[in-house]
């Protein structure tokens, strides 16, 4: 049995990132992967400008008189053009820029105006204040973006402001995802006592295209191994990624292994983890596969913790371990040391403390821990029970989960 980390590590090894391009307009850049770094050609500022509405003047000048005569006006988009002489100052708004003629910018709300155009500063100055410099963000050649990053609405902004209009993206990663069962049907439909709604091809197919992957979806496919083949080859035709739910342990109708085995390579199969433990990582002709238990929780946590970083690699964007926090355990939690578990929390911020309690029964069939949970209590493969008051590690879950 491999550790979580064995296993993420041996795909991320095994797996080379995909390599086609295009270039793509800002609009539609979002959660796509960078192909190249991104360096800047322009300074950001790319002029020096007042960080504030007020006035702007030459600092040597207040300590002869602390008013000065208003001159013109600086506003954004439309410079003052003249000198600002000895004993002067101009109005200049936030944004505009500042003459080279002077240096400081007081605000306009520690000044008076004491007759018209002339104008009292009533606070003290420090040289330089409130401009903002030349460069002072970014320098032209800076690097602002590796290769391999998955571009945010943030990052369309900073691409934004840097004036480039088209970036050059990695394709779209294809994903196919389907669910294998015979017990299984769609909601909407009438349901035998001994049948149950499919839920998670609906939980991969949303968590897999908010991680930025098209999603080719193929359905309920039952417990049958021609048909699973079939679904195989078609999965594999379609896309660069299967990821399929239930079949992969060791019960009588779990032929998905039997059917890779027979059609492709399995690279490995049994992770010490919980909820999880059989997983499937193997290879249909230049296709990826991931196999997922059947029990939602387990889908859900081993989609997570072991396919989400090898599909990312695979979609070029560079590895980036899950945020974790420290937490400390609310109430006891029930642990027996063997596997490593990524239990459902709640997490909460208390008397000046991040504490984490159990989001409830644990059952990796019950979907309602993750409902109800915001966050995994990571509790490693050796830990044993949890006493209250020890400190845990805890990874929230948001986008693309939640
Ligand atoms: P399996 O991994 O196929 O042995 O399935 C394990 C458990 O998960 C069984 O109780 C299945 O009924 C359940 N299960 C399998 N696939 C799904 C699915 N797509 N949606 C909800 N539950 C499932
Ligand atoms: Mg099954």
Redesign the pocket.
């Known amino acids: 049995m491999l550790t979580v980390q064995q296993a993420v590590e041996h795909m991320l090894t095994t797996i080379k990132p995909i390599d086609s391009r295009e270039f793509i307009t800002l609009e539609s850049a979002v959660d796509r992967v960078l192909a190249v770094p991104i360096q800047s050609t322009i300074d950001v500022p790319g002029y020096n400008n007042s960080a504030m509405d007020g006035f702007a003047f030459r600092a040597q000048d207040i300590e002869i008189s602390t008013q000065l005569r208003c001159i013109g006006q600086s506003l954004a988009g439309h410079p003052f053009t003249g000198m600002v002489g000895p004993g002067e100052c101009i109005r200049i708004m936030t944004g505009a820029q500042v003459p080279e003629s002077v240096d400081t910018v007081v605000p306009q709300e520690n000044t008076s105006e004491v007759e018209p155009k002339l104008i009292q500063v009533n606070s003290a100055t420090t040289l330089g204040a409130n401009i903002r410099l030349l460069g002072e963000e970014l320098q032209v050649g800076a690097v602002v973006y590796p290769a391999g990053h998955r571009l945010t609405p943030v990052d369309i902004g900073m691409l934004a402001s840097l004036g480039i209009a088209l970036v050059e993206v990695l394709r779209p990663l294809k994903v196919a995802v389907f669910?294998?069962?015979d017990?299984?049907i769609l909601p909407g439909e009438a349901k035998q006592p001994f049948q149950?709604?499919?839920?998670?091809?609906f939980v991969l197919h949303a968590i897999l295209e908010r991680m930025g992957f098209q999603v080719v979806n193929l359905g309920l496919v039952a417990d049958d191994p021609a048909r699973i083949e079939a679904t195989f080859r078609e999965a594999a035709n379609k896309a660069d990624a299967i990821v399929c739910?239930?079949?992969?342990?060791v019960?009588d109708?779990?032929y998905t292994k039997i059917v890779i085995e027979k059609i492709g390579q399995v690279g490995f199969w049994k992770v010490a983890m919980k909820p999880g433990k059989?997983f499937a990582f193997g290879q249909i002709e230049h296709t990826w596969f991931f196999g997922l238990?059947?029990?939602?929780v387990?889908?859900t946590v081993t989609l997570l913790q072991l396919a989400a970083p090898a599909l990312r690699k695979l979609s070029g964007e560079a590895y980036a371990a899950p945020l974790t926090i420290a937490a400390v355990a609310g109430e006891p939690l029930k642990k027996r040391p063997g596997r490593a578990d990524f239990q459902r929390g709640i997490l909460r911020y208390e008397n000046g403390e991040s504490r984490v309690y159990s989001a409830g029964p644990q059952g990796s069939?019950m979907l309602s821990s993750m409902v109800q949970g915001n966050c995994l209590i990571r509790l490693s493969a050796e830990q044993g029970n949890v006493a209250i008051g020890d400190r845990v590690e805890v990874e929230l879950l948001q986008a693309p989960v939640k």
């Open positions: 669910s294998t069962g017990e299984l149950i709604y499919d839920s998670n091809r739910s239930g079949g992969v342990s019960g109708a779990d059989p238990p059947g029990n939602p387990s889908a069939g």
